[in-house]
């Protein structure tokens, strides 16, 4: 229901142009689409924590809604604690976490693989693909 233009945050984008987000129209929009589809893709912005207003967060939504999860990890420095962290979280709350796929939001570097192999090895649930990095010229 909500699809901003700039890429920021969206509690920050909504506070700017005076647009609250709202759980209820979130809700809402999901059971419509539920009822036309077998399945939905929904697109966080930002992770887990983050928030949409001054109380509330993008988590607390999908718990309320009781989302299974797919876990995209931005392959960069800082992704592997960030990835950990993030998993340790969501398992705490007993969602199901379907698995996590790997953007390549940069261009690889030499230290991929190893970024790569080191999340395979410690996330402990499925790694189902791997997002290739595009420029804006390949979109």
Known sequence: PYN???NTAPN?????????ISFYKMSSKLKYISRKTNWIIIE????WFTPISKIKRISDWVLK????????VGIKLGCINHALLTVEVIKKT??????WIANNINIKTIWHNEYIN???NNLCI???GEIPY????NK
């Open 44 to 47: 966080g912005a930002g992770g």
């Open 94 to 99: 007993g969602l199901v976490l379907k698995g």
């Open 134 to 137: 595009l420029n804006k010229n």
């Open 118 to 120: 080191t999340l395979k």
């Open 12 to 20: 920050i984008i909504s506070k700017r142009i005076k647009k609250p």
């Open 126 to 128: 499925n790694f189902l």
């Open 65 to 72: 809604e009781n989302i299974p999860i797919i876990l995209v």
């Open 4 to 6: 901003f233009l700039d």
